[in-house]
């Protein structure tokens, strides 16, 4: 791969790596077992992380903030960077392409800062 490639590859990658919501897509994707997610669970997830609260009080307008946001915004940005697949129609979510080197990118930057600041 030639260096402009790359740097259009990583630059694609971090784009998709900008917000926490996308991040904790990507962190739940890659230890899931599951080979689809419903876009439901990934939102009650993601709320109940938000709210500090257990996932079965994910309710009310968090979760559908969240919700709205991953379908509206977060998943198709997934997409564009082939980190995730996303059927809407379905409303459910699996693995793109480039999840395993976006999930280490996440892993990996999130062990350097908790290092770096310690």
């Avoid at 599951?34 to 500090?52: F, G, M, N, P, Y």
């Avoid at 009080?57 to 919700?67: D, H, K, L, S």
């Amino acid at each position: 791969m030639s260096d402009e490639k790359a740097d259009e590859f990583l630059s694609l990658l971090y784009h998709a790596l900008r917000t926490r919501r996308r991040r904790q897509v990507i962190r739940i994707l890659a230890r899931s077992d599951d080979e689809t997610v419903t876009v439901r669970s990934l939102a009650r997830k993601i709320a109940a992380t938000e709210q500090s609260v257990p996932r079965s009080q994910a309710t009310g307008e968090p979760y559908r903030n969240a919700y709205n946001a991953l379908s509206q915004t977060h998943l198709p940005a997934l997409v564009d960077a082939d980190i995730v697949i996303y059927d809407p129609k379905r409303q459910i979510v699996s693995p793109g392409s480039n999840l395993k080197i976006a999930a280490l990118l996440v892993i990996t930057n999130t062990s350097i800062i908790e290092i770096l600041q310690n």
